[in-house]
């Protein structure tokens, strides 16, 4: 399955969930979430409503990232729950000021490969990893839970963590990478691959840890900075008024 021994999405996130302070600084089940977009397809344009700025102590995506792309599919019903989730009432993409930083960087890197990255995920308000374990459990479809695909305290609420992969310029066409984002099975695992989607699995990899992510190995797309200032936080995207 991996390189080495996985560790639980849940595992670093403490149980306090709370709003930032202005000093805030910088294999169980085949089941793949609900996706209208094949593998090969470029993602569509974005009509979510405008969003509200972050709060202070994140910072977002889309003013860091020039050129990056967006598909944050939990503000859509196209997600394996069938719905919009809690808190993502806009398509927001924020992080902390360290990972975000660390993230235009490899941004600046892979564009200079001729490509650049495309985020499914970041910040992630609590109460939508909450909705999630209650989407498993009231779907019977609890051992996702216990197989380490959804967390009850997820990286994401921190902050520091998020989904994306590689994707071509002008078109957001993702590249190949032998399954589609949110797969739950063991075609996930990193090392689950071959061909041309290990190679691109290798590619997004290499460029996320030269700038201080580590992998998580149950799921290619999954990244997280571990910054000391983060925080669990429960705060919604909201559109703008």
Known sequence: MSERPVRADSSDVP???HAPSATDSADSSHIQKNSSLP???PVPADISPRLAPPPPGLVDLRAELPGACFDVRYATADNFTGAVLPGYAAAGAWLRPRPAGA???VQAAVSAEGLTLLVYDA??????SLAMVEWAERSGRRQLVDAGYIARRSGHNRGDTLDLTLARP???????MGTAWDHFGPESHYARAGGDALAHRRQLRRAMQAQGFTPYDKEWWHFTFHDPDAAALDIPYQPAP
């Open 39 to 41: 593998l090969d397809q």
């Open 123 to 128: 910040y992630r308000p609590a109460r939508a």
């Open 170 to 176: 002008g078109t957001c066409e993702p590249l190949d």
């Open 103 to 105: 993230l235009a960087r």
């Open 15 to 17: 149980e306090d969930i």
